[in-house]
């Protein structure tokens, strides 16, 4: 059974029609690389996934079941800005989630802060954009779920930093859950997607496995995806 099920979905804001006619399956057990422009819908997707957007047609569902607090529970989402407050320390969000979610493992989650060389004693207030991130990474992966929603996680952070959070973010990851990582970023990310979907102007452009798309044009999925989108905005 699909993990996620998409079929027919709109969305728009006003008259600008931002996801249209979308039509998705995506099973269990691969690592999702959702690539597109700014403006492309991927966010907007995001949310609807993960219960923060209701005003949309169509049908979606996770585990089979509709959106609701049932799929709210089973996904983990991250969210592209930085939510947490000031005044806490690294463990105080860590024991925050601890709480709130039942399936939260905090030692899994003071392990990968360890891994992401972050003092647990730390207040947010004194972190950089990049630590924020990492913080916020280590959170949302903290959790058991059986879906992660990652909305352009390593977007604040150097390039040698991107390459210790993916290998956090595959050492962390259930092999039996789905995650959706959404990212500009895909030269640096690419290497750890099963499959990726190409997203523009609120449509599916490409949906296919990793390895096949490069068997298929001889390039990487940065180049491929360069050069479908660099027609698509010559039209």
């Not at 079929?7 to 996801?19: A, C, D, I, Q, Y």
């Not at 930085?82 to 005044?87: A, C, E, G, R």
């Not at 150097?158 to 290998?167: G, K, Q």
């Not at 979907?197 to 449509?203: A, D, P, Q, S, Y």
Request: charged share 25%; net charge negative.
């Amino acid at each position: 059974m699909s993990m996620i099920m998409i079929e027919n979905l709109n969305k728009s804001f006003g008259t600008k029609e931002v996801l249209k006619d979308m039509n998705l399956s995506l099973e269990p057990g691969q690592i999702v690389g959702l690539v597109g422009p700014n403006g492309s819908g991927k966010t907007t997707l995001l949310k609807i996934l993960a219960g923060l957007t209701s005003d949309y047609t169509g049908t979606v569902r996770i585990g089979g079941k509709p959106l609701g607090v049932e799929t709210k529970a089973m996904v983990s989402y991250l969210p592209e800005k930085t939510y947490l407050s000031d005044w806490m320390r690294c463990v105080d969000a860590i024991d925050c989630f601890n709480d709130f979610y039942s399936d939260f493992d905090r030692n899994k989650a003071m392990e990968m802060l360890v891994q992401l060389r972050l003092d647990p004693k730390q207040r947010i207030k004194t972190m950089s954009k990049g630590m924020q991130e990492k913080l916020q990474l280590t959170l949302v992966m903290g959790r058991q779920a059986r879906v992660y929603l990652l909305d352009e996680p390593i977007g604040g952070v150097d390039p040698a930093t991107r390459s210790v959070i993916l290998d956090a973010v595959l050492k962390q990851y259930s092999e039996d859950s789905l995650m959706v990582f959404a990212t500009h970023l895909i030269a640096d990310v690419e290497r750890i997607f099963d499959r990726v979907i190409f997203l523009g102007f609120g449509e599916i452009k490409l949906h296919e496995e990793v390895d096949k798309i490069r068997e298929k044009y001889g390039k990487s999925v940065d180049e491929v995806f360069r050069e479908v989108f660099s027609c698509l905005v010559s039209l």
